[in-house]
């Protein structure tokens, strides 16, 4: 009896040790997203007129959403924290019919950190967060035909995200289901603005964007 008790006793031990050792495990998740946005758009602008320099100011209130690919790389420091690399990269859906914008394409690269709320050896709950910085280029067509121009106009500024994700992996492999939805925001600062290749420098502006976001994909997990 006693020798069946610390043979039972000497397993469980053995468990506890291996199911730490997989808790060290490095994570590659990949998915596809999409975004619902409230946006503001601020411009100032200088123009001159007859020899003289006359100001000008316009702002917008608008909507948008966004369809985005994430890629995520996570390495578990601890039963309790995560830390990685953040990126993804996208394209606004515009809401407005009658803006002209013709194409547009963000990039978003950052750290991110994150808590986790349950860690089984197939299930994770998380808390994350994020900062990082975004790219965004917008391209728009003026007139018709060999009379039209391309404008293009580049934004860049600082990128915040929040989330709660679950991850269920399937049985004890290393592939796995991630689902997350939190909110992200941005705001960008104008960083130029060319007419067919020509830099204009009568502007000075700010965007600001911030969204409800929710994304889905795979997780591969590596055991360190």
Not at 48 to 69: C, E, I, Q
Not at 208 to 222: E, H, T
């Amino acid at each position: 009896m006693m020798t069946r008790l610390l043979f039972i006793i000497m397993l469980s031990i053995l468990s506890i040790q291996g199911w730490t050792q997989r808790h060290k495990e490095f994570q590659i998740r990949l998915g596809a997203g999409v975004g619902g946005y409230n946006t503001t758009t601020e411009l100032k602008y200088t123009v001159n007129s007859l020899g003289y320099p006359v100001k000008g100011h316009y702002s917008d209130n608008g909507g948008a959403s966004t369809v985005h690919f994430p890629l995520e790389l996570r390495y578990e420091i601890s039963e309790r924290f995560n830390v990685g690399l953040d990126t993804r990269f996208g394209t606004y859906l515009y809401e407005n019919n009658g803006n002209n914008a013709q194409s547009n394409r963000f990039r978003y690269m950052g750290l991110g950190v994150e808590l986790t709320l349950m860690n089984r050896e197939n299930s994770r709950l998380y808390l994350g967060a994020g900062v990082g910085s975004t790219y965004l280029e917008m391209r728009e067509k003026i007139g018709t035909g060999w009379l039209s121009d391309e404008v293009k106009i580049k934004w860049r500024g600082p990128g915040y995200k929040m989330n709660l994700g679950f991850i269920k992996f399937f049985g004890t492999g290393p592939v796995g289901i991630n689902f997350n939805v939190g909110v992200i925001a941005h705001s960008f600062n104008l960083k130029g603005v060319e007419l067919t290749g020509i830099p204009l420098n009568l502007l000075n502006g700010t965007l600001n964007a911030a969204a409800l976001d929710l994304n889905v994909g795979i997780v591969f997990r590596i055991p360190q």
